[in-house]
Nanobody, 119 residues
């Protein structure tokens, strides 16, 4: 069973930066979309950023221009660089790997990492 492990969360000041990592042992990036989601208390989960198996990236409207998703193939890790952080970025951030091949779908999640943006 694949287990994704997020790290890098913590406390940041408004305008600051954090970099989240998602270790994805056993995940082949060329067959899985890698996605960052977030969920704030009392709110629905929302998509933050996605990188497709072909490398195409897309971002949620609220983070465009501030966040960057990338993969480190050598470490089999997905990164989320978060700049110009705002208090409304406070949430638990989750890493997801999703694939559909060999006649079935694959859906893996991490436990989440807390990001708090506050002065």
């Amino acid at each position: 069973q694949v287990q994704l492990v997020e790290s890098g969360g913590g406390l940041a000041q408004p305008g600051g930066s954090l970099r989240l990592s998602c270790a994805a042992p056993g995940i082949i990036f060329s067959t899985h979309a890698m996605v960052w989601y977030r969920q704030a208390p009392g709110k629905q989960r929302e998509l933050v950023a996605v990188i497709s198996p072909s490398g195409t990236v897309n971002y949620g409207d609220l983070v465009k221009g501030r966040f960057t998703i990338s993969v480190d193939n050598a470490k089999n890790t997905v990164l989320l660089q978060m700049n110009s952080l705002k208090p409304e970025d406070t949430a638990v951030y989750y890493c997801n790997a999703w694939g559909n091949y060999n006649g079935r779908s694959y859906d893996y999640w991490g436990q989440g990492t807390q990001v708090t943006v506050s002065s």
